[in-house]
């Protein structure tokens, strides 16, 4: 059975970007780590960025088809987005190497690294702008902009997860759900 050299390589790279981040991540190393000659990984990928580029697209697909998984057809919209968003971001905070691409953005300021995960949240963005503008056309939800509905919605469920346990205890997914629905279903104000 033949091997493939490209799916060896790419894995290969994400095994090194995982391990020592993108700035010091060289095609040496991955040469090494796929054991293939450095001129190998040319005949695929132009340079280290490509190669990054190629497991970034790889990542986002798998994203995508988390979200898609956890979809259910007789759920209702908002609790629908919610699972979706909960396994993403859940997937983006236990992800090895998106953790480590966070780590190195904080601690070193890559750009690359901040492509990447620049990368990843306009992937989410777009699936929950899809997602906004389907339970617009279904009259499901009132009348808005998809895109900043889902810039909101977004931002709203990462400052549950991530933000909001760095000086509180953290929240769990029903108390997440809850607030969500709370915020952004129900509203704040008193009917009268």
């Known amino acids: ?12 790279a994400e095994k090194s970007f995982t391990l020592f981040g993108y700035k010091a991540t060289t ?17 695929f990928f132009t340079n280290k960025e490509e190669l990054f580029d ?15 998984h956890v979809l259910q057809p007789g759920h209702t919209f908002f609790e629908n987005l919610q699972a979706a968003l909960y396994a993403l971001l859940d997937f983006r905070r236990t992800h090895e190497l998106t953790i480590k691409l966070t780590h ?6 890559t ?16 699936f929950i702008t899809r997602k906004v503008q389907e ?13 900043i509905t889902a810039f909101v919605m977004l931002k709203l469920y990462v400052a549950f997860i991530y933000e ?8 769990g997914k029903e108390e997440i759900a809850k607030l969500f629905k709370l915020y952004l279903l129900d509203g704040l104000s008193i009917k009268k």
């Not at 059975?1 to 290969?12: G, L, P, S, T």
């Not at 095609?27 to 005949?43: C, E, L, S």
Request: glycine fraction near 6%; aromatic fraction near 2%; hydrophobic fraction near 45%.
């Open 164 to 171: 909001w346990d760095k000086s509180h205890e953290p929240l």
């Open 135 to 147: 339970a617009l056309d279904r009259g499901e939800i009132r009348s808005c902009d998809p895109e």
């Open 104 to 109: 190195e953005v904080r601690d070193m300021g």
């Open 1 to 12: 059975m033949a091997v493939d050299r490209k799916a060896c390589i790419v894995e290969a």
């Open 27 to 43: 095609m040496d190393q991955v040469a090494k780590i796929a054991n293939v000659g450095k001129g190998t990984i040319y005949t």
């Open 111 to 126: 750009p690359q690294a901040q492509e990447g995960i620049q990368q990843i949240e306009t992937a989410i963005l777009a």
């Open 54 to 68: 190629e497991i970034m697209r790889k990542l986002i697909i798998e994203m995508k088809l988390i979200a898609e």
